[in-house]
């Protein structure tokens, strides 16, 4: 940015909201600067199609993401119980390249922060002025022994979407009515919190409509509680009595290994041969966040709640599942409202304009049974060096059904809204 356009902006900046421009116009003859996005799921996607817009084709705007199509793991859930088909959750990037944004349908293999590049996989150079990083998470594979990329095709996570969770619906309707699933419940944090308890409540669901009545879930969790938990209590004791049975650790002891070959799950207590065993192991940030050094200790990355700037570089950005987001939960209503103000950041930095305090905010909704769905919320500040929750609601347990019908119709709102806020 000049002088002249930093002077000109601090004037307009005095001016009312209303007459301030969103950008500066840049120099006749000044090269655009250069937005680079690693990764197009709800963080990336966002954050490439806000500053493109919001900069009005100041900026250049590249997004790098190797998959042609995107399927969302949010609402993969509700494939799992069959309200919703495979297609329905599956999204081009048609509209975001029509909009002007660089599609690269490659992965990025590394980030060069000193020359500020990104290399892809075919060894080309793309070069940055800023850098968003919103790559989602990683597997740690070693978390449940006996576990592995390999042993995932007969015991799927279904925690990564596409082909995954196709496996996983497809073992499921291939029950018989007596047989177990056993899923493994992930360590905190990992990415939506509700989710393996709403995919339990689906597994449930589809057992009942079968008119399975000898088949039983057992839950091995690696945590002593969970989010929404006596909501998902109180709607498995209603819909699905008897069938579901929630371990946390000193009831199952730890796991102490599966078997891809025999269906076994062994913990400190008992064996378990199943029929069906999802297993969602311990996360971190993706691969190329690690590499490029962007992570703690924690294996994800920390960033300043104002910015959602990385603490490690101050010209990246790591917005959604692979950043530390403080009080607020990996999900990807998280990581649209994370990326919309690092792209506020982005155009701000970029071409003079007016940005405005960070606010974020995040629903979860969970679905239990049909019609019968439960939510929490939450707005964030930054406070206390971190995104600080600042307003809380939550379901309450005993609602009337037809505030559980309302939920659901709302998520189904939510889900229209946030993909085509994503994926135009
Ligand atoms: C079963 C389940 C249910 C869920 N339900 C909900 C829900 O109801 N509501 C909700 O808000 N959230 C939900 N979530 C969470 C939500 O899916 C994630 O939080 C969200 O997808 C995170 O978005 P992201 O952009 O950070 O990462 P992702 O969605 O994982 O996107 C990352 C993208 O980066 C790309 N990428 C990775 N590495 C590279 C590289 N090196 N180069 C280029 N591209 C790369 C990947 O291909 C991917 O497309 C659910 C998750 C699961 C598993």
Redesign the pocket.
Known sequence: MTSLTRRRFVALAGTSLAAAPLFAPRAVGQAKPKVVV?????????VARYVNKDSAGAAEVIL????KT?T??????LY?GGFRDFNSITHSYDKVEREGIKLVH????AVDRDKREVVL?GGARLAYDRLAV????DLKWDSVPGYSEAAAEAMPH????GAQ?QLLVRKLNALNDGDTIVMICPPNPY??P???Y??ISMFAHVLKSKGHRQSKIVALDAKETFSKQALFMEGWEKHYPGVIEWQDPKMHGGIKGVDAKSGEVKTDLGTYKAALVNVIPAQMA???ARDAGLVDASGYCPIHPESMKSKMDDRIFV????CIPGDM????????SQ?KVAAMTIRGELTGSRTFPARYS?????LIAPDDDVKVGRTYEPGDGKLKAVTTFVSQKEEAPEVRRQNYKE?LDW?AA?TTDVFG
Request: aromatic residues 10%.
């Open positions: 690693i990764g197009g799921g709800p963080g990336g996607a966002t790098i993401e190797p998959q995107f969302t793991c949010f609402f993969s859930n799992v490659e992965a990025a293999a996989a919103a790559p989602g998470i279904a925690w990564k979407p969770t990415r939506c509700p989710g393996p709403e995919r993706g691969r190329i917005v959604g599942d692979a939960p990996k999900s990807a209503f998280s990581a649209n990326a995040n629903t979860c909704w969970s998520s889900y946030i």
